[in-house]
Structure formats: C-alpha cells, structure tokens
C-alpha cells in the first residue's frame, strides 16, 4: 500500500522525515517534491534500492538516473576532475534545476544509477522538502521523475499516486511544483559544455555566468550522449499534434475533426470554446493539461504552438516529444 503524507502541513514533520529517511535507509523508494516535478528517490550506493527505481517505472536499464545532494560541498565528496566552470556553474544555480553531468568517483555510485557511465547527473535541488529530506539522510538520492516511464512527468503527489500506488512506500506531498518541466541538462565533460536537455535555466542564463555553451540539438550527426534522449517521452495515451497558435487554423482543424466523429481536445492559452474539451498550455500546465486529457474521451489533442520553434525552449521541447513530432495537417 502506498501512503501520500502532506509534508507542509503536516503537524509532525520530523515523525514525517524519520519515516521517508528509515525507507531509504533500508533500500526502498520514498517520492518526494522538487521544484522541476517529483521525483522517485533511492539511496544512490545501494544497487538494490536502485534497481527497484527502474522496475517501479518500467524503465530501460540504459538510462542513467540523476543523482541529488543536499549543497555543493555534499557534491563534491562524490565527483572528480570537476571543472572550474561546474564550481561557477554550482555557485551561481544550486540549489536550483541545474542537473551538471561530472566524471564520477570510481566506485561512489552504484552501478545502474550511472548505467555503467564514468559520469553521474548531479544536481542540489531547491525545495523545502527535497532539502530537509537530503540532509537528514545524508547520502545521496538517485531520483529520476516519478512517472511510468513514457508517461508525463507528475507535478502534482496525486500524479505520482496515480502511477505508483501499490508499487512504492510513500509519497511525501509537497503540493504543486513551481517550474512543471525537469531540470536543463548540462554535459560539462566537455568544452564547451552541451545542454543535453533544455529546461528553465536557459543557454543564455548559463552563458552570462561561463561563456559559450551549445544545444546538443543543434550539434549535427552526433549519436545521443544523454542516453534518455533516444525514448519518447512525456506521452499520454491519446496522440498529440502540434498546430501553429493561429486562431482560425485551430477553429477549422476543430471542425474537420468533429466531422470525422471524433473528439478533440484542446492545449493552448487562449480559450477554444468549440473544442470538446480545453486545458491550459504552459510550463508550469503542461503535464497536468496531458494527464487530464488521458482523463478525457478526446481522440486526439491539439497542442497550439508557435511555428517558428525554438530549440533552447524547454516547453517546446517536451511539446515536440509528446507528439513525436507530429504536425496537425
Ligand atoms: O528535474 C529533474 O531533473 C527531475 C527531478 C526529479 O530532479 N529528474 C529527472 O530525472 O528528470 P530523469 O531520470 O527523468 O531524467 C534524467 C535525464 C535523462 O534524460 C538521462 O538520460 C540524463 O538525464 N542523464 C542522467 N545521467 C546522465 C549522464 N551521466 N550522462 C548523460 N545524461 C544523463
Ligand atoms: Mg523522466
């Protein structure tokens, strides 16, 4: 059975963080709030605990998992050859959704967190709850999002519940998160560093602080070095097309699908009232409005987007994935 504890207000949260600490302690899984989405934590040296990561989300063994610390000095004990860029990097954005890809000390983590990789994704990240969790625990937590793996990342303890129920311990509920996408990905193994997955802290935010960075999508004909990125992600069951923000467009694609019989539901900010269902689209919406269209009997959503995409941006990306890149026509 799975037990969801309200962390906030919670009249004994030390009762709360002892329970979640001795779960880990003795190698299960607690989820618990950041403030990308949740996370399904373990203890990163026990590879047991590790592995019931990957069976509780159905997730292939190749993927690495992010590792989370409570503070840069914790960081450290854990990484080597650290980059003088990564400490400024560390500096100016933890604790914050900043995952850092280091070379790994030999042997800190289990196996499978790092699918056998030199490096590790590291990351201090800032909310209340992940922080007093960390500190209290005291080793590191591999915490990939909470979701089945392929579904949308869960902002809220009852996406989490959703997925997890039966399958893991607890879920510490930290309400919803404030960011709604996973942290930017930064792969700092290399020089200049490559953003392997865009998030809230954008290229030019990383720019101002450590110079020149790339997109790892705009690097040409080379094999993925984030391993996650060969999977579709954050898909909900009913398939996703992306149309251009247009208002008539939308309209007429509206209509020609309900001519067809079919249902359609509508992601976007301004509001469709033809549509058989509408959800709000932003970064902090987005999976909620997927996961509420799972809810729906729409047979296909129509995600509204600019047409002019823009690579560094971390909503369209998640857009772009979730409907396999796929354009309403
Ligand atoms: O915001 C987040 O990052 C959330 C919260 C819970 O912290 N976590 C998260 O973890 O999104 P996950 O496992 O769903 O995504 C981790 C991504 C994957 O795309 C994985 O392939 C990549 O980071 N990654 C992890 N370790 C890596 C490594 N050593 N080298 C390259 N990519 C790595
Ligand atoms: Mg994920």
Same mark, same amino acid.
């Given at each position: 059975?799975?037990e969801?504890?309200?962390?906030?207000?919670?009249?004994?949260?030390e009762e709360t963080?002892s329970?979640?600490?001795?779960?880990?302690?003795?190698?299960?899984?607690?989820?618990?709030?950041?403030?990308?989405?949740?996370?399904l /934590?373990a203890?990163?040296?026990?590879?047991?605990?590790?592995?019931?990561?990957?069976?509780?989300?159905?997730?292939p063994?190749d993927?690495?998992?992010?590792?989370?610390?409570?503070?840069?000095?914790?960081?450290?004990?854990?990484?080597?050859?650290?980059?003088?860029?990564?400490?400024?990097?560390?500096?100016?954005?933890?604790?914050?959704?900043?995952?850092i890809?280091?070379?790994?000390?030999?042997?800190?983590?289990?196996?499978?967190?790092?699918?056998?990789?030199?490096?590790?994704?590291?990351?201090?990240?800032?909310?209340?709850?992940?922080?007093?969790?960390?500190?209290?625990?005291?080793?590191?937590?591999a915490?990939?999002?909470?979701?089945?793996?392929?579904?949308?990342?869960?902002t809220l303890?009852?996406?989490v519940?959703?997925?997890?129920?039966?399958?893991?311990?607890?879920?510490?509920?930290?309400?919803?998160?404030t960011i /709604?996408?996973?942290s930017?990905?930064?792969d700092?193994?290399?020089?200049p560093?490559?953003?392997?997955?865009?998030?809230?802290?954008?290229k030019?935010?990383?720019e101002?602080?450590?110079g020149?960075?790339?997109?790892?999508?705009e690097?040409?004909g080379?094999?993925?070095?984030?391993? /996650?990125?060969?999977?579709?992600?954050?898909a909900p069951?009913?398939?996703?097309?992306l149309?251009?923000? %247009?208002e008539?467009?939308? /309209?007429?694609?509206?209509?020609?699908?309900?001519?067809?019989?079919?249902?359609?539901?509508?992601?976007?900010?301004?509001?469709?009232?033809?549509a058989?269902?509408?959800?709000?689209?932003?970064?902090?919406?987005?999976?909620d409005?997927?996961?509420?269209?799972?809810?729906? %009997?729409?047979?296909?959503?129509?995600?509204t987007?600019?047409?002019?995409p823009?690579?560094?941006?971390?909503?369209?990306?998640?857009?772009?994935?979730?409907?396999?890149?796929?354009?309403?026509?």
């Amino acid at each position: 059975e799975t037990e969801i504890v309200l962390v906030d207000s919670s009249v004994n949260k030390e009762e709360t963080y002892s329970q979640a600490v001795e779960i880990l302690r003795n190698g299960d899984i607690v989820a618990f709030p950041t403030e990308t989405v949740y996370g399904l /934590g373990a203890d990163a040296t026990n590879p047991q605990a590790v592995e019931k990561i990957f069976t509780a989300k159905g997730r292939p063994s190749d993927n690495p998992l992010i590792v989370h610390v409570d503070s840069k000095e914790s960081a450290l004990n854990w990484v080597q050859n650290v980059p003088a860029k990564a400490i400024q990097c560390m500096d100016a954005f933890w604790p914050g959704a900043l995952t850092i890809i280091l070379e790994s000390k030999p042997g800190a983590f289990a196996e499978n967190v790092t699918a056998n990789l030199k490096t590790v994704g590291i990351r201090v990240p800032n909310h209340r709850v992940a922080l007093d969790l960390l500190a209290r625990v005291n080793v590191p937590i591999a915490a990939p999002s909470a979701n089945t793996s392929g579904k949308p990342s869960p902002t809220l303890a009852e996406h989490v519940y959703h997925d997890m129920a039966g399958i893991i311990p607890l879920i510490l509920d930290g309400g919803q998160t404030t960011i /709604g996408l996973e942290s930017t990905v930064l792969d700092m193994t290399s020089e200049p560093p490559v953003i392997l997955r865009p998030g809230k802290i954008t290229k030019e935010d990383l720019e101002l602080v450590i110079g020149t960075v790339r997109l790892s999508s705009e690097i040409q004909g080379n094999a993925p070095k984030s391993p /996650g990125m060969k999977y579709i992600h954050y898909a909900p069951d009913v398939p996703v097309y992306l149309i251009e923000n %247009d208002e008539a467009l939308v /309209g007429k694609a509206i209509q020609h699908v309900q001519k067809e019989g079919k249902k359609v539901a509508v992601l976007s900010t301004a509001d469709f009232p033809v549509a058989d269902y509408h959800f709000p689209l932003s970064a902090e919406t987005l999976y909620d409005s997927l996961r509420k269209c799972d809810q729906t %009997d729409a047979d296909l959503i129509l995600a509204t987007v600019s047409t002019a995409p823009n690579r560094s941006d971390a909503m369209m990306n998640r857009l772009e994935k979730a409907a396999d890149h796929k354009w309403f026509s």
